[in-house]
């Protein structure tokens, strides 16, 4: 059983870079896929970012393609999320996300997940 916790939100303004981290205890990630779903009021859950844990690959949702970046630290059991050229349309809930297998964007098929860190973009 994997525990998933998130940190890193705040406050920003539009154009300044954030760094997330979620921090996964109670298990070993091999195998796994971890990914970044954010969710802003009103809206559906969307898809951000995903990495395998065996040989990194990582997948970006169309929005932010180009301006975030996820990476993994295995000695930690930690994911990151980097974002760059932050605006007002990132303001979100920001939730980790874990499955076994491979790759999806889709959170239904996510098993484990954090409880959310907010990220806040002023104009």
């Known amino acids: 059983q994997v525990q998933l916790v998130e940190a890193g939100g705040g406050l920003v303004p539009a154009g300044d870079s954030l760094r997330l981290s979620c921090t996964a205890s109670?298990?070993?990630?091999?195998?796994?896929?971890m990914a970044w779903f954010r969710q802003a009021p009103g809206k559906e859950r969307e898809f951000v970012a995903a990495i395998t844990w065996i040989g990194s690959l990582t997948y970006y949702g169309d929005s932010v393609r180009g301006r975030f970046a996820i990476s993994r630290d295995s000695t930690k059991n930690t994911v990151y999320l980097e974002m760059h050229s932050l605006g007002p349309e990132d303001t979100a809930v920001y939730y980790c996300?874990?499955?076994?297998?491979?790759?999806?964007?889709?959170?239904?098929?996510?098993?484990?997940w954090g409880q959310g860190t907010q990220v806040t973009v002023s104009s």
């Open positions: 109670g298990g070993t990630l091999r195998g796994y896929v």
């Open positions: 996300a874990g499955k076994r297998g491979s790759y999806s964007n889709d959170p239904a098929h996510y098993d484990y």
